[in-house]
Structures are given as C-alpha cells and as structure tokens.
C-alpha cells in the first residue's frame, strides 16, 4: 500500500513540474546586437530562426515584438524550459519574464507660476514643434484640448504615424496630436484571445479616461470656460500648449505589460519623440534595476536624448515605495495646489466639519437628516449590497474610506435608500482629502474629523447632520503646496545613496480632459459624460514635468535629459505659500526630502538654473558598477556583451554619481563619507564666482572643498568634494535620519541641493 502511494505521489509530482514547465507565458529576451550571423538580412529573421531551434512545445511558439533602440531584442512567449535553452543560446544577454504594470491613478499654470509674456512660457515659445510621447490608455481625440489652431506644421523631425481603426479615422489625428499607436500584442498573448472590443477599443482611442486626462495635462490646447459641473471653472491648459502629442495606447483593462511597454519606448524612440511621459509602475516595491522593463528602456531613451519623465507611484504614505526610481528617470510625486471644493459635514450639535467633493445635482432637503455609522448598518466600506435599507432609508451614512472605489460607495448607500454620505478617512490616509464626482450629495473629510464624527454617532441618541456644498475656492488657505498621502516616497529601497523622488508637483484634484466612453467616476453604473474630469495620483503629476521638460527642450535643444533634471531639482522650493516647510498630508507634520526629494518644481526659475549637473552614459555604467553590477548585467543595458574589465573605471561609492541631490548613509556613529560633484556654468555670465552655504542636518559636520568656485568661460565645468562626518557625541540627541541643504550662489542664481542623512546603527538600535 505504501509502495502504490509513493508511486502515485510521484507522479503527481512529475505531471506537476511537467505541466509547469510546459506552461506558456511571455518572456522579453535581450540580444546582443552584433551577434547576428551575416546570413540573416534581419534581426527579425535571426530571432524567428532562434525560436524555431527551441525544444517543441505543446503550445505555439510566437513572437511578439522586435526591439531595437528602448532595449535590443525581442519578446514571445514561451514555455520555461524554451526559456531556459535560450539562456544557454550565445548572443543572448537576458531572458525576463514579462510583467504587468499599473497606471498611476486648470488652476496649476498659475500655481507654478507660468504665465503669458514672461518667463519659461516665452522664452520656450510654450514648447512649440517639441514632441511629447504620451505612454498611456491611449487618448479621445475630439475633446478641446486637442485642437490645434494656430499650430505651426507638424515637425520635420517626426517620424511617426497615425493608425487608423473603425473608431479612429485618419482625422483624429492634426497638428496637436501628430501621431497615435496602439500595442497590444503583449496582453492579447497573456489573455490568449483577442481584445473583447466592446469593452475596449484595440484602436489608440482612450475608452479609460486616464491618458487623454494626462496628455491634455502635458500639451493640451488652450480651452476657455473648462469645468467639470462647474467646478474649476475657467481656462484650462496644458504646461506646453503648443508641444505635439504622439499617444502610444499600452494600458488595457488588466494593466500595462511590459512587452507592450518596451514596444511603445522603442517605437517612440524611432519616431522622434523628445520627451516620454509615463504614468505606469510596478505595483510593490521597485524591482532591480536589470529586471524592470521601464528602467531598461528609459536607459535606451536617455542614451537617445529623450527625457523620460515617470510617477513615483501611489503607494504612499509607507517609506521605501517610491518606484521608476533608477537614476536616469526623473521620478515625480504628487502635491496639492491653491484650490479647493469645500463641501461640509454640519452635525445636529452644530460643530462644522470641512471635507471635500464634487457632487453636482440635486441638494439635500433643507433639514438636518438622521445620521449613522455604516458599521453599525452592514459594513464599514459600505460594499455594494452590504447596508440594510431598513437601517439606511432616508438616511446620510458615514462610510470609512478603503476597501473599494470611493464613488462607489456613495451608490451602495444611494441603493439602499440612503440620501447623502460623509467618506471619512482612516490612519491610512490621515488628512489627505481628494474631491470625487459622487453620485449622491456627499463629502469626504479627513481622519480627525472622521474619528469625531463617528463619536458623535455612538454618544448622540439622535445624531443628525447635513452636507453643504461651497463650490470652488482659490486662496492662500489651507497652504500649499501640501504632499498628499497617497504620493509613494523614499527613501530609495534599491540604492539608498540616490534621493528619490526627484521632485514633486501638482497631483491632486488636477482638471484636464476626459474620454467619452466612460463617466468621470469610471464606474459602469454612471451614466454622466464629461469633456473634462477632476482626478488625482501622480498620475497627473508626471505629466505636468513632463510639459516643463518640453519647454525646456525648446528652451536648450542641446541639452542632456540629466542636465534637464538637474535643472528642475535645483530651482525646486520647499517651503508652502505661507513660508513654511511643506506638510504631508498624512501625518500633518513637516514633510522631507525623503517625501519630496528636491522640492516643487519652479519653471520659470528652472529657465536660469546658473549651474547643471550633467550625467552621461559612462557615468551610469560605472554607478551599476559601483552597487556590484558584474559585465553580465551591465550588459542589458549597453545592448552588447561587455568585458570584464568594464567596471575598471568605477565609483568609490554610488554616492559618487553626479547627482542633484544627496542621500548618506551613515554605517557607524563616527563614520565619514566623501562624495565628488561636477557642475557646468550654463549661465550667462562667464566668469561667475560661486560660494557655497551649507546648512548642515543635525549630528553631521559637512565641508565643501573648494567653498568657491571661480569659472572663466561658458559651459566650463568645475569640481568639487563635499565630506560628510558623523559626529558620535551629537548623535544620541538626533533621531536616525536628518537633513540639510547646500547652496551654491553667485549673486543672481541660488543652486540649491537637499541633503538626507540616515544612520543605520539609530535604525537597528531602535529596533
């Protein structure tokens, strides 16, 4: 008996590896270029003719892609064990599996500062003939913020196409929206079926919302008299209002897959794109380096010239969640801006309680309304089907925030006979309030006052309340710019001596355009239409750098995507319109470097930086070196084998990269640690003198080497040394992080760079 059942459990166990490694999924494979054999006319021919020579499998093996500038090689799916032979296949560097990736889900051109006649705006021509790539869920052509009046021709430097399809004929594309492609071969294959195109459009046309919504925000149009039910209403515009738009759909119902990315990148590399735009990341923490696609690919770009702009990710507000967070991306979090849609909660006791919201229709009788809690009627979330009727009927519900989409849960409460609602947050998003175009008058309102009103609930014996909606609010009050909870922040999880995120911008309660196919709370029961929606996520920040990176690529078409980078860092403020550091949002306190990195962007300050940090690609090689990156991994980045003495040249430190900012990690309580920076004089005086100001963090004695630094010519570069020391008396009276600042001044430019410290003896000590 045993005999049978070992027998049996064994071959169990080999149908089961045998079925796992029979099973097909997508692979990105990366080649070495000039391993081609002569007699193939094609890499495309030679990477056919390499899947061909793979074991058979009981599925068929297809290719999907070809790939040739974001990254060299191809992808299809495979089985394991054809996954595995290729890796033993010479000319082949790297074979990833591929991943799926998740979007990052008016008023700000005056809160930035741009307007009309001066500054960046003029001086860039507002980003004319320069070309955003737009990476996204596609875009709906028809809104306003696409037309292209008073355009000049498309660019003589555009490459690209515009694919038609049943619902996007050859006119949806004009002198705003140059070109539009859509990639799906990715999904499709992980699907393995075809796109169900009665729920989404396998053309470039945005059934999703969220790419039109951040490509009118990069580039849109000037539109005059723009609102969403009369909120935010005035003139809406994008942050280069004469830049094109190339729209590369890669988002489908599922998410976002690697393969498809990676085609997006290379194609619109080849096309002639100057900037990308990519409001996408890995859900969870960032992934090395070499096995994150977009990484990869932004590589390929910068070594083009092309700036790729990403969110940071909203998976705030825990550390370490910060994402796109190599080097050579500019990582962008989100932040308040100087407007607001007050809606209050007023209880029967007549205290006031100030949230948020977007409701527009039918108000709530003029009467207080008995109020409950929804844990007390079904559930806290208040889930569609969950609250008793009976218990709701004719009723305002308080629902906690989480769990399901914040819109949706004013419908279960509208379904089960409820007349309005109060969303009250949770410590997960502390004092962060994010306006939403619910369907039933309602408003949400921060964790304080969420906690006060559902005491009120349990002490009352009759408690009422009412919601009074207030319209929209420009002002000084609340400060801003505040970082909003949701915004994922460092400090960095993969290479600690690089500060990430780079910048913040505006990403919460952003106006911009909106597709048709869908309402503005994207949920099937809402039935509304919008040419523009209010949303929030870094989603929306990114494009708005993205916008100001066009400008400044007009501004100097000659300079680098690092150079541009450091542009924006460098001028970027941290303190809010009333003087003061910025605020996070989930905690109320004062936010830092490791939330914000270098501070809000500042684009008409960015225009005259002074001075720039350049990278070029060696640098970033000898950084891979630097974090223990052999030849073998090096080498998916330079697309060609390397040798192995190509970490000959290499940092002391990663720290050593000509960054913008500094990060320090301090091992002991008495450690020193020095880090190299080069600047280049891009100003426009050639024989500047600049002295260095260093505020330095508590518990760390900080000297720059030289402090003076006297240029003679243009585009000069100069170097310096800055020495951290950790001062082991002071230590025990700091917390185990802290931060500074050092600025290098010339009399008219202020080159400013935070510093964060962390010790991570503090860390394990408190552990």
């Not at 499998?57 to 996954?83: C, D, V, W």
């Not at 000049?152 to 070109?179: H, L, M, Q, Y």
């Not at 590369?248 to 096309?271: E, N, T």
């Not at 960015?606 to 052999?630: M, Q, R, T």
Request: charged share 20%.
């Amino acid at each position: 008996m045993a005999i049978s059942f070992f027998f049996f459990l064994s071959l169990l166990l080999i149908l089961f590896y045998s079925s796992s490694s029979d099973r097909a999924e997508n692979f990105i494979i990366h080649v070495s270029k000039s391993h081609k054999p002569s007699l193939f006319s094609s890499h495309h021919h030679w990477y056919s003719s390499i899947l061909h020579s793979l074991p058979p499998s009981p599925h068929p093996t297809k290719l999907l892609y070809t790939y040739e500038l974001a990254i060299n090689g191809f992808s299809a799916r495979l089985t394991a064990t054809q996954a595995e032979k290729l890796r033993e296949l010479r000319g082949i560097l790297s074979v990833i599996p591929d991943q799926v990736r998740q979007i990052h889900t008016t008023r700000t051109p005056h809160f930035l500062g741009l307007s009309d006649g001066v500054g960046l705006w003029q001086n860039s021509y507002y980003g004319d003939g320069v070309i955003i790539g737009v990476l996204d869920t596609g875009i709906w052509p028809e809104r306003p913020s696409f037309i292209d009046s008073g355009l000049s021709p498309v660019p003589d430097s555009w490459k690209g196409i515009c694919e038609t399809g049943p619902d996007f004929p050859a006119s949806a594309c004009n002198r705003k929206i140059i070109g539009a492609r859509a990639f799906y071969k990715g999904y499709e294959s992980y699907l393995e079926r075809s796109i169900d195109e009665t729920k989404e459009s396998k053309s470039p046309r945005d059934t999703e919302g969220h790419g039109t919504h951040t490509a009118s925000t990069a580039a849109g149009s000037v539109v005059s008299n723009a609102s969403l039910f009369e909120f935010a209403y005035g003139e809406a515009r994008g942050k280069a209002t004469k830049a094109r738009i190339a729209a590369y759909k890669i988002c489908w119902s599922l998410g976002c897959f690697d393969s498809d990315i990676l085609a997006a990148m290379d194609q619109a590399i080849a096309d002639g794109v100057n900037v990308i735009s990519l409001s996408v990341g890995a859900t969870g923490y960032a992934p090395q380096y070499d096995h994150d696609s977009i990484a990869i690919g932004a590589f390929g770009a910068a070594s083009h010239g092309v700036v790729v702009s990403c969110s940071a990710g909203n998976s705030g507000p825990g550390p370490y969640t910060a994402v796109n967070i190599a080097p050579w991306i500019l990582t962008v979090g989100a932040s308040t801006i100087d407007r607001e849609f007050p809606a209050d909660a007023v209880l029967g006791d007549g205290r006031i309680f100030g949230g948020v919201s977007l409701y527009f229709g039918d108000p709530l009788v003029d009467f207080k309304l008995r109020l409950v809690y929804a844990g007390d009627v079904g559930n806290r979330y208040c889930y569609m089907g969950s609250l008793s009727p009976s218990k709701v009927q004719g009723k305002i519900v308080v629902c906690d925030r989480g769990g399901n989409a914040r819109v949706e849960k004013g419908s279960a409460v509208k379904l089960a006979g409820g007349l309005g609602m109060i969303l009250a947050n949770t410590a997960g998003s502390g004092e962060e309030l994010i306006a939403d175009a619910h369907l039933i008058p309602a408003t949400m309102v921060g964790e304080v006052a969420g906690n006060k009103i559902r005491e009120y609930i349990k002490i009352s014996q009759f408690p009422t309340a009412t919601i009074v909606l207030r319209g929209t609010v420009i002002g000084p009050s609340p400060p801003a710019p505040k970082i909003a909870a949701f915004s994922s922040r460092g400090p960095n999880h993969l290479t600690p001596e690089i500060l990430k995120p780079d910048v913040i911008a505006p990403g919460v309660n952003i106006l911009a355009g909106w597709t048709g196919f869908t309402g503005p709370s994207t949920l099937d029961i809402d039935p509304r239409r919008v040419d523009f929606n209010i949303i929030s996520g870094t989603s929306m920040s990114c494009p708005h750098v993205s916008g100001l990176v066009a400008l400044l690529k007009k501004a100097y078409p000659n300079w680098s995507p690092a150079a541009i980078k450091s542009a924006l860092m460098t001028t970027a403020y941290s303190l809010d319109n009333s003087g003061n550091t910025i605020k996070d949002l989930a905690t109320g306190e004062e936010s830092s470097p490791f939330v914000y990195g270098a501070g809000h962007v500042d684009p008409n300050r960015a225009l005259n930086p002074g001075l720039v940090y350049d990278i070029d690609d060696s640098e970033y090689v000898a950084f891979l070196c630097s974090i223990g990156y052999d030849s073998k991994r090096i080498a998916v980045f330079v697309r060609e084998p390397t040798s192995s003495d190509v970490c000959e040249v290499k940092f002391a430190t990663p720290g050593d990269l000509n960054y913008p900012s500094f990060s320090v990690v301090f091992d002991s309580n008495d450690q020193v640690i020095k880090y190299k920076r080069t600047v280049k004089n891009v100003g426009t005086s050639v024989d500047a003198v600049y002295e260095a100001k260093v505020n330095a963090p508590p518990g760390v004695e900080i000297s720059v080497s030289p402090s003076k630094l006297e240029f003679s010519a243009e585009n000069q570069t100069l170097t310096y040394d800055i020495t951290f020391a950790s001062d082991g008396l002071a230590l025990s009276a700091v917390a185990s992080q802290a931060f500074g600042l050092i600025e290098w001044g010339d009399g008219v430019h202020i080159v400013r760079s935070p510093i964060a410290v962390r010790w991570l003896q503090g860390l394990k000590d408190s552990i």
